[in-house]
C-alpha cells in the first residue's frame, strides 16, 4: 500500500485520483494522512498502516504550527528504522528541499503527479510517470527482502543441520543484521544462543590472549635470578 503524508488533506484526495489514472495503484492501494504533531507517533501511524512505500510533502508544517518536522524529517525518521525502506519527498519549492537533501534521487515536484486536465477534461495520464517510479520501487524493495530472506533462512537452516564454517557464521549473522534493520530491529531473526555460540570462539581467542598478556606482563615483573 501507498501512504501519502500532507497537511492539506484535499492535495491527499487529488494524489488518491491520480494514482488511480496512473493505472499503477487501485483506490484501495492508496492512503492518506495528515501529519501528527509528534514525529514519533507519526511514525506508529505508518507503522500500523503497513505500508510498502512512503511519500510525503516536504512543508508539512506550514497550515499545522504544531507540526515541528518536515516531511525530509519524517523519511529519515523512517528509514532510520527501517534500513532502505522506499520512500519519496514531494514539494513545489524543489531548490529549497534540494539545499537540505543529499539524495536527489528521493525529491519531486508535485507536478510530475499531479497533471492537469487537458482540453477534453480528461487527465493526462502521459504525465503520471512518477507512479511507475513509485510502483518499481516497491517491487525491487520486495525482491530485494525477498533475496535476504531466503538466504539467510538456507544458511539458517544448514546451521541446524551441521557446524558451519567461521565465515559461514559471520555470513549468517550478517544477513541476521540486515533483516533486524529491514523490520526495524524488533525481531531477531537468529536465536541468541546461536549468536552466542557463533561468537564463542572469538570470545575464547580473546580470553586467551588477555591470560598471555597477563603472564607476559608477571614474569617481566619477577627479578632475574642473577641479578
Given at each position: 500500500?501507498?501512504?501519502?503524508?500532507?497537511?492539506e488533506a484535499d492535495?491527499?484526495?487529488?494524489?488518491?485520483?491520480?494514482?488511480?489514472?496512473?493505472?499503477?495503484?487501485?483506490d484501495d492501494e492508496?492512503?492518506?494522512?495528515?501529519?501528527?504533531?509528534?514525529?514519533?507517533?507519526?511514525?506508529?501511524?505508518?507503522?500500523?498502516?503497513?505500508?510498502?512505500?512512503?511519500?510525503?510533502?516536504?512543508?508539512?508544517?506550514?497550515?499545522?504550527?504544531?507540526?515541528?518536522?518536515?516531511?525530509?524529517?519524517?523519511?529519515?525518521?523512517?528509514?532510520?528504522?527501517?534500513?532502505?525502506?522506499?520512500?519519496?519527498?514531494?514539494?513545489?519549492?524543489?531548490?529549497?528541499?534540494?539545499?537540505?537533501?543529499?539524495?536527489?534521487?528521493?525529491?519531486?515536484?508535485?507536478?510530475?503527479?499531479?497533471?492537469?486536465?487537458?482540453?477534453?477534461?480528461?487527465?493526462?495520464?502521459?504525465?503520471?510517470?512518477?507512479?511507475?517510479?513509485?510502483?518499481?520501487?516497491?517491487?525491487?524493495?520486495?525482491?530485494?527482502?525477498?533475496?535476504?530472506?531466503e538466504s539467510f533462512?538456507?544458511?539458517?537452516?544448514?546451521?541446524?543441520?551441521?557446524?558451519?564454517?567461521?565465515?559461514?557464521?559471520?555470513?549468517?549473522?550478517?544477513?541476521?543484521?540486515?533483516?533486524?534493520?529491514?523490520?526495524?530491529?524488533?525481531?531477531?531473526?537468529?536465536?541468541?544462543?546461536?549468536?552466542?555460540?557463533?561468537?564463542?570462539?572469538?570470545?575464547?581467542?580473546?580470553?586467551?590472549?588477555?591470560?598471555?598478556?597477563?603472564?607476559?606482563?608477571?614474569?617481566?615483573?619477577?627479578?632475574?635470578?642473577?641479578?
Amino acid at each position: 500500500m501507498l501512504l501519502y503524508v500532507d497537511e492539506e488533506a484535499d492535495q491527499g484526495r487529488r494524489v488518491v485520483l491520480a494514482a488511480a489514472l496512473s493505472g499503477y495503484f487501485g483506490d484501495d492501494e492508496v492512503a492518506t494522512v495528515v501529519p501528527e504533531a509528534d514525529i514519533n507517533t507519526m511514525l506508529e501511524k505508518i507503522i500500523e498502516s503497513r505500508c510498502e512505500v512512503l511519500i510525503t510533502d516536504f512543508r508539512l508544517s506550514e497550515y499545522k504550527a504544531d507540526v515541528q518536522y518536515s516531511g525530509l524529517d519524517l523519511i529519515q525518521e523512517v528509514q532510520k528504522h527501517f534500513e532502505g525502506f522506499p520512500c519519496f519527498l514531494t514539494t513545489n519549492y524543489v531548490p529549497h528541499a534540494l539545499e537540505q537533501l543529499h539524495d536527489v534521487n528521493l525529491i519531486f515536484p508535485k507536478d510530475d503527479y499531479l497533471a492537469e486536465k487537458t482540453a477534453s477534461g480528461e487527465k493526462d495520464k502521459s504525465k503520471l510517470p512518477f507512479f511507475l517510479r513509485v510502483r518499481t520501487k516497491i517491487e525491487e524493495y520486495r525482491a530485494d527482502r525477498r533475496r535476504l530472506e531466503e538466504s539467510f533462512q538456507e544458511l539458517y537452516q544448514r546451521s541446524l543441520e551441521e557446524p558451519l564454517r567461521a565465515e559461514e557464521l559471520q555470513v549468517l549473522l550478517d544477513l541476521d543484521g540486515r533483516l533486524e534493520r529491514a523490520i526495524g530491529g524488533r525481531v531477531a531473526a537468529v536465536p541468541r544462543l546461536l549468536k552466542e555460540n557463533a561468537l564463542e570462539p572469538f570470545n575464547n581467542l580473546l580470553r586467551r590472549a588477555a591470560d598471555l598478556a597477563a603472564e607476559i606482563e608477571t614474569e617481566l615483573g619477577q627479578p632475574r635470578e642473577n641479578e
